[in-house]
């Protein structure tokens, strides 16, 4: 006998994450800080200055995480999930505003180099909150992909890429430490820059596909072409075909629209029987989905996109 899935633990939400993420984006600023302070490290500022970008990004993600979460109204009939890729493209601009700032600070420091004072208390500070981030961050995109959030995703990569810049920084303050080269603390930060770059480009880039009605992820599409072929197959042959089948995501839902060509000689009860029962297995197959199904007989052709091909 099929179970119903275990519903989502509600201190796991995106609001509970994010309020979590702006608590330990405040304490990492003030333990990087510290930590710069002690050593003197550019590096070192660099994950400090990436910390603030953590903690107006998780405002910003809680912010229009609550507009999504608002129910549909006369002015937004279809919801306001979309609210979410504001906050994945504003994280994104964040984060590359920061990598041109923290490449400015690293080219000066590499033409000047200056020596790191009490690396051990530094690398200390940095390894706990990297710690806090790291925590953090598996916890928030296990409940991404529960959620389906889009803006819980992008904080938690932007956390794991603070966990590697910190990763970074560490390796050039021990390389220091070694071998006295103080140059490999600016490249050090130099490369952080670099990689956090990348990533504040393909957030911008994600949030960018999203407002413009990108389709569902392959891997949706394909249990909806599953669950088509299944009433195909239920049918005599050449009884029951669907075609314009057209996904798009937006933020947390998901949505299809489709033709179902049923036998002319069909009543009306038969076939809303049916498309209820074609509504029920896609959303049991996909939570979250919406789906439009229009009927029409099946030597009968609509005018449509014709870009979108016939898939069963």
């Known amino acids: 006998m099929p179970t119903c899935p275990a519903a989502p633990r509600r201190w796991l939400s995106p609001r509970h994450l994010l309020w979590a993420s702006v608590a330990v984006a405040l304490l990492t600023?003030?333990?990087?800080?510290?930590?710069?302070?002690?050593?003197?490290?550019?590096?070192?500022?660099?994950d400090a200055m990436e910390s603030f970008v953590n903690l107006a990004g998780a405002m910003f993600a809680l912010a229009m995480v609550t507009v999504?979460?608002?129910?549909?109204?006369?002015?937004?009939?279809?919801?306001?999930?979309?609210?979410?890729?504001?906050?994945?493209?504003?994280?994104g601009v964040?984060?590359?505003?920061?990598?041109?700032?923290?490449?400015?600070?690293?080219?000066?420091?590499?033409l000047e180099p200056q020596p790191i004072a009490q690396p051990g208390w530094g690398m200390g500070l940095s390894l706990l909150s990297s710690a806090l981030n790291g925590l953090l961050a598996w916890m928030m995109l296990r409940s991404a992909r529960e959620h389906r959030s889009v803006a819980?995703?992008?904080d938690a990569r932007h956390l794991?890429?603070?966990?590697?810049t910190s990763a970074g920084v560490l390796a050039g303050i021990a390389g220091v430490a070694l071998t006295g080269w103080l140059w490999l603390d600016a490249l050090a930060a130099i490369a952080v820059a670099l990689n956090i770059l990348k990533e504040g480009a393909t957030l911008v880039w994600r949030s960018s596909q999203g407002l413009m009605d990108s389709a569902v992820e392959p891997a949706v599409q394909a249990r909806i072409d599953s669950t088509l072929r299944q009433f195909v197959q239920a049918q005599p042959p050449g009884a029951l075909r669907f075609d314009h089948v057209i996904t798009r995501r937006a933020g947390q839902r998901q949505f299809v629209d489709l033709h179902l060509h049923l036998p002319a000689d069909w009543t009306l009860g038969q076939a809303a029987t049916l498309r209820g029962q074609l509504e029920q297995s896609l959303m049991s197959a996909m939570p979250g989905l919406r789906a439009t199904i229009e009927l029409l007989p099946t030597d009968v052709e609509?005018?449509?996109?014709?870009?979108?091909?016939?898939?069963?």
């Open 94 to 110: 964040l984060i590359v505003g920061v990598s041109v700032g923290i490449l400015w600070a690293a080219g000066y420091r590499l």
């Open 302 to 312: 609509a005018l449509g996109d014709p870009g979108a091909a016939a898939r069963c």
């Open 68 to 91: 999504a979460q608002r129910p549909a109204d006369d002015d937004h009939p279809y919801g306001h999930h979309k609210a979410e890729y504001f906050s994945s493209g504003f994280e």
């Open 152 to 154: 819980l995703e992008a």
């Open 29 to 46: 600023i003030v333990l990087k800080t510290l930590a710069w302070h002690v050593t003197g490290s550019v590096g070192l500022l660099s």
């Open 160 to 164: 794991v890429t603070d966990v590697w």
